[in-house]
């Protein structure tokens, strides 16, 4: 795909802001003119650009409903256990678990940072990097993320318990969404949970939850006024369904859809669908590449998705580290955005590929990577966890969690993790009964 050059619009519309800031500061007259002037042009270029006829036959391999991409899909294994398998799965989710808190938590202080900020950070932290362990310090200590907890409770001494972030809270409010809706809920029920929990959100979330609030139908939550619809933000909600349903790939994918539909569209829900399936796939194989192949049978085959992690994988054995890695995604997706489902979905790729059953590698060379590192970390982390299990985890990754995790979700500010763990075995038994 080729984006269109945007950088010097930006620019105009900053210069336009400059200069209006300095005439009126000369005391000039028919500045406020102009600017209306200004915004009608660009409120008439946006009814435009959003009535762009889009490309149909892009569309039919793209579909929205659920019994179309059903219909899409390449051969898949669909279902892996027939029965719960109680032997296996304590290990299996916890690992799944701890690898998703502990991937999410080494990423979350330098989110979005580029490869050489990060280095320069390990370099004063005295530390290696691609990271080993949690940062020693972080910038901006005292500064809270989600209004909750303090940069400085991501760092190895800081910490107290797993630190708030959206990632987990999420993988959270998935799970209440089942205890209160039961496993065949609906794109509505979501809806109803999300104005009962979630006090706020971001992107995509933010304005389907505005549109909620506003009462739309949960269904067009989505769809309306929403250009961040392909972003990442379903699939950073996808862990749970894996969760409740182990070994049944189609299953995690179908609770995805009705997930990731609130506030997504194409991309933005196939990689919620992908990344479920992925997850449940890996409770049930000693090989996560394995598993993220079984995921891909889950989303539509010519999608742009789907043809992205093809290609991620296949181009796999020359991608050797995180600048390997984040080289090729520059390349291969130049002017996509940094939070997009399509180039975080590869990273998240690579950093299995290259780590493999290393749980440490895989979230240090991740988050290395950079673009959403602590979404990629997490997801990569939680599917080699399922793998691995909890045994095949350093303590040193989860000794601080103290089996709590702190949370911003409206009522339930925090959980305790041997609770949480209890509670998603339970659904998946009833998931699998």
């Given at each position: 795909m080729t984006y269109?050059?945007?950088?010097?619009?930006r620019k105009l519309i900053h210069e336009i802001?400059?200069?209006?800031?300095?005439?009126?500061?000369?005391?000039?007259?028919?500045?406020?003119?102009?600017?209306?002037?200004?915004r009608k042009a660009l409120q008439s270029s946006l009814v435009k650009v959003k009535s762009v006829p889009e490309d149909p036959e892009l569309a039919r391999h793209e579909p929205n409903d659920?019994?179309?991409?059903?219909?899409?899909?390449?051969?898949?294994?669909?279902?892996?256990?027939?029965?719960?398998?109680?032997?296996?799965?304590?290990?299996?989710?916890?690992?799944?678990?701890?690898?998703?808190?502990a991937g999410c938590v080494l990423g979350a202080p330098v989110?979005?940072?580029?490869?050489?900020?990060?280095?320069?950070?390990?370099?004063?932290?005295?530390?290696?990097?691609?990271?080993?362990?949690?940062?020693?310090?972080?910038?901006?200590?005292?500064?809270?993320?989600y209004q909750v907890s303090r940069r400085e409770e991501y760092t190895r001494k800081g910490m107290n318990g797993v630190p708030v972030d959206d990632d987990l809270a999420y993988t959270m409010l998935g799970l209440l969404i089942v205890e209160d809706y039961g496993h065949c809920f609906s794109t509505e029920d979501v809806g109803a949970a999300w104005l009962k929990y979630l006090p706020y959100a971001c992107t995509a979330e933010d304005i389907a939850l505005k549109n909620l609030k506003k009462g739309v139908l949960a269904a067009q939550a989505g769809s309306r006024n929403n250009p961040y619809c392909e972003w990442i933000g379903a699939d950073i909600r996808a862990d749970p369904w894996g969760y409740m349903a182990p070994g049944w790939p189609e299953r995690a994918a179908e609770m995805a859809y009705h997930d990731a539909y609130i506030s997504h569209r194409r991309q933005g829900i196939y990689g919620s669908m992908f990344f479920a399936a992925s997850i449940a796939a890996a409770f049930h194989t000693y090989d996560p590449v394995e598993a993220l192949r079984v995921g891909l049978t889950e989303?539509?085959?010519?999608?742009?998705?789907?043809?992205?992690?093809?290609?991620?994988?296949?181009?796999?054995?020359?991608?050797s580290d995180h600048r390997d890695a984040r080289e090729a995604i520059d390349k291969k997706f130049e002017g996509m955005h940094p939070v997009h489902t399509v180039?975080?979905?590869?990273?998240?790729?690579?950093?299995i590929t290259i780590g493999g059953m290393d749980f440490s590698r895989v979230?240090?060379?991740?988050?290395?990577?950079?673009?959403?590192?602590?979404?990629?970390?997490?997801?990569?982390?939680?599917?080699?966890?399922?793998?691995?299990?909890?045994?095949?985890i350093p303590a040193r990754w989860h000794k601080n969690f103290n089996n709590t995790i702190h949370s911003y979700l409206i009522g339930k500010k925090r959980f305790a993790i041997n609770g949480v763990l209890k509670r998603f075995a339970k659904q998946a038994k009833i998931v699998h009964s």
């Open positions: 269109p050059k945007t950088a010097d619009l802001e400059l200069y209006a800031r300095l005439k009126s500061e000369y005391g000039a007259s028919g500045v406020f003119e102009i600017l209306a002037d200004t659920l019994e179309t991409i059903k219909s899409l899909r390449p051969h898949g294994p669909r279902r892996q256990w027939t029965g719960f398998n109680n032997e296996s799965y304590p290990d299996r989710v916890e690992g799944s678990l701890l690898g998703r808190m989110e979005g940072w580029p490869i050489e900020k990060m280095q320069a950070l390990a370099d004063e932290n005295g530390v290696a990097f691609p990271p080993t362990d949690y940062w020693r310090c972080v910038p901006d200590p005292k500064a809270l993320r989303i539509p085959r010519g999608c742009s998705l789907a043809k992205a992690v093809r290609w991620a994988l296949r181009i796999a054995p020359q991608i180039n975080n979905a590869c990273l998240t790729v690579w950093g979230i240090g060379e991740t988050v290395a990577m950079g673009l959403d590192n602590d979404c990629t970390a997490a997801t990569a982390g939680s599917i080699v966890g399922a793998v691995v299990g909890k045994k095949g």
